[in-house]
């Protein structure tokens, strides 16, 4: 009866380590490989972006975080703001703002600022995008200024805004 226990005992120990293992492409930990990026929305090259604003999302092969330290390494070009970055899972969601029409941006993920689980970082990655132009004309033309005399600022400010994404 006991070499009977001592056998379940056994198996039971050997289900256990094994069941515990985590394989080597394991999606969550990305055990030893680096994540790979695997799509970005926009796309890199997409053009005529509408909007001063958007969200650059990127999607990796494995879950990643972004280390607080190496965010401030993250750019992007033409004097746009990134206002916010955040990493969950698969994804890297970079909010960015201040876009002109007409004109186009790279952002740069150096090397190290997208990791895995297991520190392995992510290569450089670059996304470029450009927004719509819209000054050759719509067919219509839009005043410069309120028709209204004295207008309040916050009516001011939303007609400004309105005028930048018209189109």
Partial sequence: ???????????????????????EDDPVTGTGEAPRLVSSSPEDGA????GTSLDLVLT???????????????????????????????EVTLSVSGLAQGETYTVTFPEGTVIGYNDDAAEEISITFSMKDFSGGSGQEVAEALVTENPIPEAVRL?????????
């Fill in 60 to 90: 990796f092969d494995r879950n990643v975080m972004c280390p607080t330290a190496e965010r401030s390494r993250i750019t992007i070009s033409g004097g746009a703001r990134i206002d916010g970055i955040d990493a969950y899972m698969l």
């Fill in 1 to 23: 009866m006991r070499h009977a226990s001592f056998a379940v005992a056994a198996l039971l120990s050997a289900v256990l380590a094994f069941s515990c293992s985590v394989p």
């Fill in 159 to 167: 007609y400004d805004y309105l005028r930048s994404v018209y189109g």
């Fill in 47 to 50: 053009e005529d972006l509408v």
